[in-house]
């Protein structure tokens, strides 16, 4: 796992070559969109990379940039493609409309078959 710190943006490479964004409050992950926690953001904050970042990201939803909003899909997309599903843009965008912390893979699998 790789951090780095760009423009006050911390992003991890994963050990499998996906690529995710780390604020002071969470990762782009769809793990972290799960369960609300991640081996990624679990090792940012032991290195202590998390308290790197700008307070203000604190208070900077994941939901805010553009930027933000492609990692998400993008992490949408790679679990598409592991669970051998189909990988249609309105599915991802779908998915990527309803995903916090407390949404359940019951809803995502819900916009699957929609
Ligand atoms: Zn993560």
């Given amino acids: 796992m790789k951090f780095k710190i760009t423009n006050d943006v911390l ?3 994963s050990d499998s ?3 995710y964004t780390i604020n002071r409050t969470g990762c782009s992950c769809v793990g972290f969109g799960w369960r609300g926690k991640c081996k990624h953001f679990t ?3 032991e290195q202590g ?11 900077v939803g994941f939901k805010k940039t553009q930027f933000i909003i492609e990692s998400r899909k993008d992490a949408i997309r790679q ?7 189909k ?15 407390k949404t ?8 699957v078959r929609n």
């Fill in 49 to 59: 990379w998390v308290y790197k970042l700008p307070l203000i990201n604190k208070f």
């Fill in 17 to 19: 070559g996906s690529t």
């Fill in 87 to 101: 990988v249609r843009e309105s599915i991802v965008n779908k998915i990527e409309s309803i995903m916090t912390a």
């Fill in 104 to 111: 359940s893979m019951k809803e995502i699998l819900a916009c």
């Fill in 79 to 85: 679990w598409l493609k592991k669970k051998r599903i």
């Fill in 43 to 45: 090792e940012a904050k």
């Fill in 11 to 13: 992003t991890v490479k």
